[in-house]
């Protein structure tokens, strides 16, 4: 059984920083892309940014020079560091994987971690 865990999310001041963490626990074979997805409320659910296991990214336009994905392969953990929020980055931050076990690849998603930007 896989478990996607995030930690980090809170309350911030627009123009504030968070960072969020997501750690993969279970019997893991290999991780091959991790990210982060937002769902605010009323909308749908969208990609915020995501990680190759080679370390390649990819972001949103509405994020690109604000955020940064990041990775620990070692550790199966996959981060994301929030600069400059607004408003508009308000929602719930879900982290996710494509991760093989020994019941073949399947993605995986956290429970969730809400981010409010607030003053």
């Known amino acids: 059984q896989v478990q996607l865990v995030e930690s980090g999310g809170g309350l911030v001041q627009p123009g504030g920083s968070l960072r969020l963490s997501c750690a993969a626990s279970?019997?893991?074979?290999?991780?091959?892309?991790m990210g982060w997805s937002r769902q605010a409320p009323g909308k749908q659910r969208e990609l915020v940014a995501d990680?190759?296991?080679?370390?390649?990214?990819n972001y949103a336009d509405s994020v690109k020079g604000r955020f940064t994905i990041s990775r620990d392969n070692a550790k199966n953990t996959v981060h994301l560091q929030m600069n400059s929020l607004r408003y508009e980055d308000t929602a719930v931050y879900y982290c996710?994987?494509?991760?093989?076990?020994?019941?073949?690849?399947?993605?995986?998603w956290g429970q969730g971690t809400q981010v409010t930007v607030s003053s």
């Open positions: 996710h994987a494509g991760i093989r076990t020994v019941l073949g690849y399947n993605p995986y």
């Open positions: 279970g019997s893991i074979f290999s991780i091959y892309g």
């Open positions: 990680i190759t296991s080679g370390g390649s990214t």
